[in-house]
């Protein structure tokens, strides 16, 4: 009974090159995350998923003969792409070899190698799971974030029983608000050549922000419902274009990009509305009251806009894997920006979104090609390079929208061009 293990002890083998051993460490875990942000006492963890697995082994090979083995071993550690591993004690997995092998020989010890090597469990490539609906979590966590905000605002802002010098300025606050995202708007139509009844909404907000100055609740909703029709507006384009632009031209990823690059554009300008205001000095009554609720409009605006954004981006579609990973890094370090000034809920309820967020634009990023640079040799016209690059002449077009090109026929030589990694 005391040797059971060795029952259970199998041959050590790589490639079906069976070694003798002096040891095995299994190095396991879970990739986890620390998020810790100024003037926050809590940091948050995230947790991305089980470590792959690294096991480090030392093989002995010991004989006269001993170089013939070492040579099937080396061999076999030089072969390329994954390879079967019988662990001794863990039994059979698919690795591949981490870094280098070292192998130690002396003419001390004739007839002796020594070989460390570090192996990591080699997985599978990632595959698009339709199944799993990373855009509805996306929606959902933006409703649950929306929903904390609101509260938030709730609590945070006031004017009652205030003087009338703290309600003018909150008026004041609030029409700058609502005049940055005419602005946004305006940004929007602009880019993408449309007309919608956006300003026809922020012409009444302005008409109204007397009135609701003192219902904290419906400022709250009128808000978001202009935030959210300046990114309503590019999400109308996008059904649009999806039905006339690729029937037309068969480029309706490169109008993709162009709406997820306004959509940003409209962001941008919502972002920036705290730099509309100086920072309200002093420890009297009113001055307490006004800079109490100019942080709390500040949180409403730009939080809201990064939620609604969120809410656009579960819809829009993607060119490139490339702009999908760089628009996650983007909203996830405008989303750690804003926890800030977060309370508790609203801070629980945006680190949920940003997950989302990153877990469904990774998920987008599995199914779409990479922009790589391709440089011809001599000036050539746009088809040519299309018939090189994809060997398809009528894809001219993407290559002349993502190279912003002048003249189709004159693609000059030398010159690196953005194009698809198909």
Known sequence: MANEWLETLQPASFRGVSFLFESVESEIGRRNVVHEFPKKDTPYSEDLGRMARRFSVNIIIIGDNYHIQRDLIRNALEAPGAGKFVHPFWGEMSV??????????????????KISVSFSESGEKLKSDKKKDTAG?????ADNASSALAEAFNAAY????????VVVDAVSKINTAASKIDKARAKVAAALNIINDVKNSVDKFFGSVSA?????????????????????????????????????????????????????????????????????NGDSVVAVAKRENQAALV??????SVIELCRLLAELDFSTATLS???????????????????????????????????????????????????????????????????????????????????????IGGDALRVLDE
């Open 299 to 304: 949180q409403l605006v730009c939080t809201t």
């Open 96 to 113: 591949v070899v981490s870094g280098g092998a070292r192998i130690t020989e002396s003419s001390d010890h004739g007839g002796l190698a």
């Open 212 to 280: 609701i100055v003192r219902l904290p609740g419906q400022i709250v909703t009128d808000v978001k419902g202009l935030i959210n029709s300046v990114y309503g507006g590019v999400a109308e384009v996008q059904a649009a274009f999806n039905q006339t632009i690729n029937a037309i031209f068969g480029a309706g990823n490169l109008v993709a990009d162009s709406r997820v690059s306004t959509a940003l554009l409209a962001h941008k300008e919502m972002m920036g509305y705290p730099s509309a205001f100086k920072t309200i």
């Open 325 to 411: 990973q760089s628009v996650r890094d983007q909203m996830s370090s405008d989303i750690d920006s804003i926890c800030d000034s977060a309370d508790d809920l609203l801070y629980a309820r945006l680190q949920d979104l940003r997950a989302a967020l990153v877990n469904h634009l990774d998920a987008v990023a599995l199914s779409l090609p990479s922009v790589v640079y391709y440089t011809p040799k001599k000036t050539l016209p746009a088809l040519v390079i299309a018939h090189d690059v994809y060997g398809d002449a009528t894809r001219d077009l993407e290559i002349v929208t993502a190279n912003k090109i002048q003249n189709p026929n004159c693609l």
């Open 137 to 141: 979590a996306l929606v959902t966590s």
């Open 158 to 165: 006031s004017v009652a029983k205030k003087s009338e010098s």
